[in-house]
């Protein structure tokens, strides 16, 4: 099992990113995805769900509106694409897989949102 974070960076306030998340070694298609943040001295958070066929999504109320999930089960990935970033979105985003367990999360992309 392998998920490769990757699309963080520096970016000022009002900014735009798209993270992507690649997974490999299951069966992607067929698992929920959810992405997270942690930023420093705070616990992990969980920022966005998308459903194994991406037809439901959930946010946390912090992101809503701003963040959008999505996901290619052809390229094995998921995206979120935000928007609208302040610099209390910096943080560590990692990808999860749920059912994964403890196996299930890749090593985090840095998204520092600052002028």
């Known amino acids: 099992v392998l998920l490769v974070e990757s699309g963080g960076g520096l970016v000022q306030p009002g900014g735009s990113l798209r993270l992507s998340c690649v997974a490999s070694g299951f069966a992607f298609s067929g698992y929920v995805m959810r992405w997270y943040r942690q930023a420093p001295g705070k616990e992990r958070e ?5 459903t ?3 037809d439901i999504t959930d946010y946390a109320d912090s992101v ?3 963040f959008t999930i999505s996901r290619d089960n052809a ?4 995206y ?3 928007n609208s970033l302040k610099p209390e979105d910096t943080a560590v985003y990692l990808c999860y ?7 299930g999360w890749g090593q985090g992309t840095q ?5």
Request: proline letters at 3%; a positive charge.
């Open 64 to 66: 809503k509106g701003r």
């Open 46 to 50: 969980l920022v966005a769900t998308i």
């Open 75 to 78: 390229k094995n990935t998921v």
């Open 97 to 103: 897989a749920p059912l994964l367990g403890s196996k």
């Open 52 to 54: 194994s066929t991406g």
């Open 80 to 82: 979120l694409q935000m």
């Open 111 to 115: 998204v520092t949102v600052s002028s």
